[in-house]
Structures are given as structure tokens and as C-alpha cells.
């Protein structure tokens, strides 16, 4: 499979790379823009992933309906997502579509931001906090945040508040999207069958003209501390636990060594978590996973089990982290790196992996990582650079949240 | 252009191979006639319990020596009850199918089903039960099958919390013996892999098992109707249900343009009416499950109590609209919407694998991307819409998951 690297920056500062690939038989397209709920201040919580709603509601050339009408016309597969850092909209379609695709993209990257298009979205927002409130792992999860975090907006919901989007106005909205959507704070990324310099020539004429604002992200300190909070649900059958303590960030070298820590540690099977917790029936989940950020990161632990399981499942848990350094044998970090090697290799295979893979590295990176090199500085990690790992991070301190059912058991 | 070699052994099992170029990856799925429905009376979990066994020990590795060597070859594997089969999955490089198939391969035709590992199978599985009821988005949908289709077709596959307390080890071994047979089990693989080699390797490595298996028949008992299930959810969780036709059924692919033409994309019915139009909800869709003898469409949303019922109406109201015609532009959005996600499909190596097994237990025969693209451009607007007119749903089974009951749904005539 021969792919070729391209790579082209406007005047304006919006970068484009692709990798391309004659033998796919699809082609992707994304547009990353390096902003999230980091980047948002506390009154505005919300807004980030608001606003990515936002952007299908229809711009100059086109109504709402118009948008959702052109993509399926197209037989895209397309959404957008919005994480604490990076809000990205993309397409998946065939060769053929892909200009369509770009244009469809570009366009809805400049929204009308309409009042009674505002309105309708709120409710659909805040439906879909409700959604979230239904699933205890995002609670733990949100929590622990939030605590680790503190001050930081690392910690800020990424779908807000009932209040923060209730109080939300459009104006605030469109003075965001003006400062955060500046076309040197994106980078568009291709994957695929096409042709660069046609996808390139595309995306100068439709976006050549965008303002660059000089966007900045201030990344603020951490400053984290040991503490455990229980949340008590009356709803909730299960015991749920999750915890967060530092880790490399994103452009931390390091990071492939957590993520290799993590999967001898905590991947879902064969993991040291599965052999004491789940192989024997402790807890029906747990897990151990690296999540770097920009210049900083975090290991995420979490588990749920029985209640009355509750505080075994959490020495294990404990116990395993206060001793990860302990016995790390070749044998099992090889093991786990097969695992993350497979794992990439199958996204690779795919346009639309490629296409994510590429614009992550690129907004955090600012470089291009080929998937050869990716797999060659996994292969790379050996059992030293576990030990220094938990020799500098030691799992501490730890950011914990217990949700735990309360009197009222059985909700179903 | 794709070919699907097939080759079925004397001992009854039927191999698929679908060999692809310009990848390293290769997908394989194992259909197993021990799906939930084959459950003995007072039996219901004895398919999850297998199915988690099979992990725990198989051949002369005990269970962690199995693990490590899966891992070792970078194995991704899991087991999934199913209605009709017990489904072993896993994904490769290419290169380590020959190591890594005699590993697949013990967990069907020895695994250890040790007593050890059984009261931690147990408590795995009641775990799952438990964790059902802060998951309202599978759950209602699982309560929803149950009173649609009744015993066995609706049967939960997480298995009954009665029947799973009082089982023992005995019983799994038992449906074991009784249902992991060749005779009705189809192995599709698809990636890269070379067809000979893999059939030879598969028949030596099971050279010696047989037995053949009576299925149930597939009878559906469901008391259909309007349910709700109380729960402390911030959302009320909203499931329907109604009778289409089956996969082999030749309408089969039209009851899927029509489904794409409300659920397929941002554009579609439901997501325009009950999300866009009116703000009812985050989350709607609909999808076809097409079985072999029955087929059903399910439709979900979650709506906050205070519009769950005009979500319900909306929601009914589509379902039914829908009968009264598409648009060409609909119909080519389906069409187009349809196509691409073939071509998609064909990207993936596991889920060619799990299409072409699929196929071949509804269908008899593994259809290339092709096949199926061929067929979907056979289909014209006016015989979409013929269909359409000629199935009206009338008869829905509703079930909300929430803090307050629903009024039941009035279908127009």
C-alpha cells in the first residue's frame, strides 16, 4: 500500500495535509479546529459543543435542512464531535463525493448562527445532558474532572450545564465562534483516494478569505491534590468508581509508554485489573487507560461492581497502582504492545481512521507521524521505560469518585 | 471485484473466505447454534455463561496461558450471546491466522468449563443484569423485545437472574455438548488470508468433531401492546416495535430503503420531525433487523418526561407517515446512502467477515458487495413506494422506561 504525504498552508494560515492513497476505495475529509471547553470561560460552559450543533443549522447558501439534505445526498458518513480541546466536523464518502464533501464542510464552517435555529438547538442540548445524567460512568467521569481540574477549564462539562446553556445567548455564541474559528486555529485533513492538489485549490477558494483572529489557547496550571468524593444515587443499582492522576500529556514522548502501562496494567483483558478483579468476579469492569491533553495528561481508572463489593474492589484497585512498578516482566509488555500495534494497524486500514489519526497529530504534534513510525516507536518501548514512567508519575495524587446506590435500590 | 470462496465439510460446518487485497488485517466470525434461543426451560443464561466460559481455560492452555497466547499474537476476540447463535469474533494480522486459529478453535471444541471458574462466570453475568439497570438506553429495548416477540425470539441475552442463580457447571457442559455442533455452525473470514490454506488448516484442526443439532422452532409469542417500566431515569426512555418482513423475504431490501429514507442520515424523517423540526430529543433513529423467519423494525428516543408524549406521537406518527410515499430525492438519498456504506463495509475485514457468516444463516449464500449493490439499484421509487402503501404498520408494541407512564399511542386507521 504506497501512500504518499502532501501537506499545503494558505496565506491566511489554514493548514491542509492528506495522505494519499490510490488503492482506497474511499476517501475522508475533517476539519480540526483546536478549541473545546479549555477554551471557554466559566459563564460560557457549554458553548464549545453548542456551537458544533450550531454549525448544521445552515449558512448563506444553504437552510439546516438544505445541510443534512447535501450530506445524504452524498452518502456521506459525517458528524462532528467536540472534546475538551478539539471540535472537529468530518465525512467519510466515495472518491467521487469527496469535492462535494469539502464544499459541504467549508460552508457550514461559516453558520448563520440564526436566533429560532438557537432556540430549537438549546432544547435538543439540553436533552442531551438528560441523556448523559442516565449514564453513571459519564457522572463519575465528569466529576473527577471537574475535582482534579479544579480552576482549570480542563475540568469544565464539555456539554455544560442545565444553567450554563439555559443562560447561553447567541450574541456570546457568534463573539466565540468569531475568536476560536480562525482558519490559523484549524488544520483540514484529508485521507484517501483524491487528488491533493485539486482538494487544496478547493479549499483556497472557499476558505482563503476566513480572517485569521491569531487564536490562542491558555493553557492555565494544574495543580492537583488528593481527594475522594461520594455521590450518592438513589437510582443506581451498580458501584461505580473512577479515579484521574497525572500522565504524559499529548506531546509528551512518554506517551507511548502509558499507553503500554495501561494496557499491562488495566486493558479489558489480560490485564492485571482483569486477572484480580474481573477473572475472578469482583467487579464486571475495570479499566486503566491514558488520556493525553495539550502539556498535560491524566490516567483514568474506573471499575463498577456489586455495592457490597465496593471497598475490595477499591483496595485491588489501589493496590495495583501502588505496585505497578513491581514485576513488570517482557513478556507482558510485548503482550501489550501486540495489542495497541493491532489496534492501530486496523485503523490505518481505513480512510476515516487515517483521517482522525492524522489531524490529532497535527494540531498537537504539528507534524505528521507516518503509521510506520507510529508502530516503530511503540515496538520501541521496553520494560525500562515502564519503570521510569511510575517512577516520575507513581500514580499520585489521586482524584477519586465513588457513586454508590442509596437506600431506594432498583430503579427498573 | 471480490470473490467469496465457500467449502462445507463432511462433519456438516460451512466455511466462507473472502480474501482481500492491499490490507494486513483479517476479520473472522463464528456462527455457533447455541444462541439464547436454544436455552433448555429454566435454563435462560446458560448461552451468556458458555459464552464467558469459553474464555476461561480451552485445550491444554488453563485459562491465562490461553489469554497470553491470544495476546501475545495480537488476537482481539470476544464471544456474543445472540438470539440464534453463540457468535465467536476475532481479529488478526493475516500472517498469525494459522497460530491463532488452533487457540479459536479449543475454545469451541474443548474448552474446560472448569467448576472453578464457574461461581466467578456467575457473578460476572448477575453483574451484567445488575449494570442493565443503569444502562435505560439497552434495557428499554431489551424489555421491548421481550413483549414483542415473547419466548424465545424476545428472550434477553443477558439471561434471567433466577435461572442464572441456580444453575451449575452441569448444565453449561451439557448445552455444550448438546449445541456446539458443525452441523448448522458457518465460519466466515474475510481479510487477508488465502483460501486453500485456511480450509485445509480448519479441517485438520477439526477433524474429528461432529454432531448435529435441532434448532426450536422460531415462534413468536409477544403480547405486543403498550408497557411502561418505572424507572428513576432523567429521561424518559421510548422503544416501538413492529412486524416487517424477513431477510430472505425478496422485499427484504426495500423494507430497508424505506427505513434509510426515515432513519439513514441527519436528513432522514425522524431525525428532521422529532429532533430538528420540534427539539424533542438528543437521540432517534429506527433500524430493520431482519431475521430469517421474522423481521422487525425498532425505533428509539429519549425524550425528558415533560415531551416524552408528543415524542411518542411524533415518533408513531412517522413510522406510520411513511406508508403514504417518499419523494425520488428521498429515495436517491437512500440509495446513495445505502451504497456507500457497502463500499465502507468493505473496508473493514471484520465486518465482511461478520456479513458474509450473516448471510449465509439467512440467506444460504454469502452475497458479495456487488451482489448487494446490484440488487439495491434494482429497486425503483414506484416499487418502494408500492411496498410502502402495502405494509402500513397498524400494530405497534410501545414500551417507555421512565419516571412516568405514557399515554398509549392512537396509530390512525
Known amino acids: 500500500m504506497s501512500v504518499e504525504f502532501r501537506q499545503a498552508t494558505l496565506d491566511n494560515g489554514l493548514q491542509i495535509i492528506g495522505e494519499v492513497n490510490e488503492e482506497a476505495h474511499t476517501a475522508a475529509t475533517g476539519f480540526f479546529v483546536r478549541t473545546g471547553s479549555r477554551d471557554e470561560q466559566r459563564p460560557l460552559m457549554g458553548v464549545s459543543h453548542f456551537l458544533e450543533h450550531m454549525m448544521f443549522k445552515g449558512t448563506e447558501r444553504r437552510s439546516a435542512d438544505q445541510v443534512n439534505r447535501d450530506f445524504d445526498r452524498i452518502g456521506a458518513s459525517y458528524n462532528a464531535s467536540t472534546s475538551q480541546e478539539v471540535t472537529t466536523y468530518y465525512a467519510h464518502v466515495l472518491p467521487e463525493y469527496l469535492p462535494d464533501a469539502i464544499d459541504l464542510l467549508s460552508d457550514i464552517l461559516r453558520p448563520s448562527l440564526r436566533d429560532a435555529d438557537f432556540d430549537m438547538e438549546k432544547n435538543v442540548i439540553l436533552e442531551e445532558i438528560g441523556m448523559y445524567a442516565d449514564k453513571p460512568f459519564w457522572v463519575v467521569y465528569e466529576q473527577a474532572m471537574e475535582d482534579y481540574f479544579g480552576e482549570n477549564p480542563l475540568g469544565f462539562r464539555i456539554l455544560g450545564t442545565n444553567d450554563s446553556v439555559t443562560d447561553l445567548s447567541r450574541e456570546k455564541m457568534g463573539d466565540y465562534f468569531r475568536q476560536r474559528y480562525s482558519p490559523d486555529n484549524m488544520v483540514v485533513s484529508l485521507a484517501g483516494r483524491l487528488d491533493f492538489d485539486a482538494c487544496v485549490g478547493q479549499i483556497e477558494q472557499a476558505c482563503g478569505a476566513w480572517e485569521r483572529t491569531g487564536a490562542e489557547r491558555s493553557h492555565g496550571q494544574v495543580d492537583a491534590k488528593p481527594s ?35 494496557h499491562v496494567l488495566g486493558d479489558a483483558e489480560g490485564s492485571r485489573m482483569y486477572w484480580e478483579l474481573i477473572d475472578p468476579g469482583l467487579a464486571d469492569e475495570a479499566e486503566l487507560s491514558h488520556h493525553g491533553f495539550d502539556q498535560t495528561g491524566v490516567f483514568v481508572f474506573y471499575a463498577s461492581c456489586d455495592p457490597k463489593r465496593a471497598g475490595q474492589v477499591g483496595s485491588v484497585m489501589s493496590r495495583i497502582l501502588d505496585r505497578a512498578g513491581e514485576g513488570l516482566k517482557a513478556d507482558e509488555v510485548e503482550r501489550a504492545k501486540r495489542k495497541i500495534a493491532m489496534s492501530l494497524t486496523l485503523s490505518g486500514e481505513r480512510p476515516a481512521g487515517r483521517m482522525q489519526a492524522l489531524g490529532g497529530q497535527w494540531l498537537y504534534l504539528g507534524k505528521h507521524q507516518p503509521l510506520a513510525e507510529e508502530l516503530d516507536r511503540l515496538e520501541a518501548v521496553e520494560v525500562a521505560d515502564l519503570v521510569d514512567l511510575v517512577d516520575n508519575y507513581g500514580f499520585e495524587p489521586r482524584t477519586l469518585v465513588r457513586l454508590t446506590p442509596g437506600r431506594k435500590r432498583k430503579k427498573g | 471485484m471480490q470473490r467469496i470462496h465457500t467449502h462445507e465439510y463432511d462433519n456438516g460446518l460451512k466455511l466462507l473466505v473472502e480474501p482481500h487485497q492491499g490490507v494486513a488485517s483479517c476479520g473472522l466470525t463464528w456462527l455457533l447454534p447455541a444462541g439464547v434461543v436454544c436455552e433448555p426451560p429454566g435454563g435462560h443464561g446458560t448461552c451468556t455463561l458458555l459464552s464467558e466460559l469459553m474464555f476461561r481455560g480451552a485445550g491444554d492452555r488453563d485459562a491465562r496461558a490461553h489469554s497470553d497466547a491470544l495476546d501475545g499474537l495480537g488476537v482481539q476476540r470476544s464471544t456474543e450471546a445472540q438470539p440464534w447463535h453463540l457468535a465467536l469474533q476475532a481479529t488478526m494480522m493475516g500472517a498469525r491466522l494459522p497460530e491463532a486459529l488452533p487457540l479459536l478453535v479449543d475454545m469451541v471444541s474443548s474448552p474446560h468449563l472448569d467448576a472453578d471458574a464457574f461461581e466467578p462466570t456467575r457473578q460476572l453475568a448477575l453483574q451484567s443484569l445488575e449494570a442493565l439497570e443503569d444502562d435505560p438506553q439497552e434495557k428499554v429495548i431489551v424489555e421491548l423485545k421481550e413483549r414483542f416477540l415473547g419466548d424465545p425470539l424476545g428472550r434477553s441475552v ?22 456446539l455442533v458443525p452441523h448448522g455452525a458457518i465460519l466466515g473470514v474475510a481479510g487477508a488470508v488465502d483460501f486453500p490454506a485456511v480450509r485445509d488448516l480448519v479441517g485438520r484442526l477439526l477433524d474429528g468433531w461432529s454432531g448435529d443439532v435441532d434448532l426450536p422452532e422460531a415462534r413468536c409469542s409477544g403480547p405486543g401492546g403498550h408497557h411502561h417500566v418505572p424507572a428513576e431515569t432523567a429521561q424518559e426512555h421510548i422503544g416501538v416495535a413492529h412486524f416487517a418482513p424477513a431477510e430472505p423475504d425478496p422485499q427484504s431490501m426495500v423494507q430497508r430503503l424505506g427505513i434509510a429514507v426515515l ?24 433500524m430493520y433487523a431482519a431475521g430469517k423467519e421474522i423481521g422487525a423494525v425498532l425505533a428509539y428516543a429519549g425524550s425528558t418526561p415533560q415531551q416524552a408524549p408528543e415524542t411518542l406521537e411524533v415518533l408513531v406518527e412517522q413510522l406510520q407517515g ?90 390512525a386507521g
Request: charged fraction near 25%; proline fraction near 5%; charge should be negative.
Open chain 2, 322 to 411: 411513511i406508508s403514504e410515499g417518499v419523494t425520488p430525492d428521498e429515495f436517491q438519498r437512500a440509495v446513495v446512502g445505502l451504497k456507500s456504506r457497502l463500499v465502507m463495509q468493505g473496508e473493514s475485514t471484520s465486518a465482511r467477515a461478520a456479513a458474509i457468516a450473516r448471510d449465509q444463516y439467512l440467506l444460504d449464500h454469502p452475497r458479495t458487495l456487488d451482489e448487494i449493490a446490484t440488487a439495491v439499484d434494482a429497486i425503483t421509487v414506484d416499487q418502494l413506494n408500492a411496498f410502502l402503501a402495502g405494509h402500513r404498520p397498524d400494530r405497534f408494541t410501545t414500551l417507555a422506561l421512565g419516571p412516568q407512564p405514557l399515554a398509549a399511542p392512537v396509530p
Open chain 2, 263 to 286: 432513519s439513514g442520515g441527519m436528513s432522514g424523517r425522524l431525525f428532521t420531525e422529532v429532533r430538528e423540526k420540534r427539539g424533542l430529543c438528543y437521540a432517534v433513529h429506527a
Open chain 1, 228 to 262: 475522594a468524593r461520594d455521590l450518592d444515587d438513589d437510582s443506581a443499582n451498580m458501584h461505580y468508581l473512577l479515579g484521574l492522576c497525572p500522565g504524559p500529556s499529548a506531546q509528551d514522548d512518554r506517551r507511548y509508554a502509558a499507553a503500554v502501562l495501561s
Open chain 2, 158 to 179: 443477558y439471561g434471567r437472574g433466577e435461572d442464572l442463580r441456580a444453575l451449575a457447571v452441569e448444565d453449561v457442559r451439557a448445552f455444550k455438548q448438546h449445541q
